[in-house]
T-cell receptor, first 114, second 117 residues
Framework: KAGVTQTPRYLIKTRGQQVTLSCSPISGHRSVSWYQQTPGQGLQFLFEYFSETQRNKGNFPGRFSGRQFSNSRSEMNVSTLELGDSALYLC?????????????FGPGTRLTVL | AQSVTQLDSQVPVFEEAPVELRCNYSSSVSVYLFWYVQYPNQGLQLLLKYLSGSTLVESINGFEAEFNKSQTSFHLRKPSVHISDTAEYFCAVIHRNYGGSQGNLIFGKGTKLSVKP
């Protein structure tokens, strides 16, 4: 079974631009979560989607948004990029989104904002 | 609010020595507990988890962790480390929500384990 895939793996943008990151969950998984990893703040939860609905949201500004498609693939979008948005963005999928089910992580997309 | 504290940001150790990576959590509700490992330029991999039952949980590569409710701890241990164990280790909790939707993982800041020959 293929794991969680994220595209692109690396991205360089400039301040003010917007960016879209993609995540394909493990086949059959319906829950997708996004996390931001930075050296200063560590791993922080962005949001979770289940059956095309955002079910849970972290404490990030509205510039961060996401969506999930009917095939469970998910995208996250960051508008008006800031230098502080430079981070590794990790996506994780789980089977049915119930508490305690293992979340499987992708390799991440490393975003650099210049 | 829940929080996770990993007391050591870096742990250097010699090969074949024992190691303990410490994790404490604070929460007003019951939680599930996890340890994840991250190798350079890779995502997170689940090492082990505590959901219920025996408070001592083991991984397939020799790590173990013990849930201690009274001390709100979930320390990770290995009796003899290998060079290949060099990685960053993250402790995480999730709110135990019976029958409900999945909460989000709350991570500690991570502990970098460096195994030297």
């Amino acid at each position: 079974k293929a794991g969680v895939t994220q595209t692109p793996r690396y991205l360089i943008k400039t301040r003010g631009q917007q960016v879209t990151l993609s995540c394909s969950p493990i086949s059959g998984h319906r829950s997708v979560s996004w996390y931001q990893q930075t050296p200063g703040q560590g791993l922080q939860f962005l949001f979770e989607y289940f059956s095309e609905t955002q079910r849970n949201k972290g404490n990030f500004p509205g510039r961060f948004s996401g969506r999930q498609f009917s095939n469970s693939r998910s995208e996250m979008n960051v508008s008006t990029l800031e230098l502080g948005d430079s981070a590794l963005y990790l996506c994780a999928s789980s089977l049915d989104g119930y508490t305690g089910n293992e979340q499987f992580f992708g390799p991440g997309t490393r975003l650099t904002v210049l | 609010a829940q929080s996770v504290t990993q007391l050591d940001s870096q742990v250097p150790v010699f090969e074949e020595a024992p190691v303990e990576l410490r994790c404490n959590y604070s929460s007003s509700v019951s939680v599930y507990l996890f340890w994840y490992v991250q190798y350079p330029n890779q995502g997170l991999q689940l090492l082990l988890k505590y959901l219920s039952g025996s408070t001592l949980v083991e991984s397939i590569n020799g790590f173990e962790a013990e849930f201690n409710k009274s001390q709100t701890s979930f320390h990770l241990r290995k009796p003899s480390v290998h060079i290949s164990d060099t990685a960053e280790y993250f402790c995480a909790v999730i709110h135990r929500n019976y029958g409900g939707s999945q909460g989000n993982l709350i991570f500690g800041k991570g502990t970098k384990l460096s195994v030297k020959p």
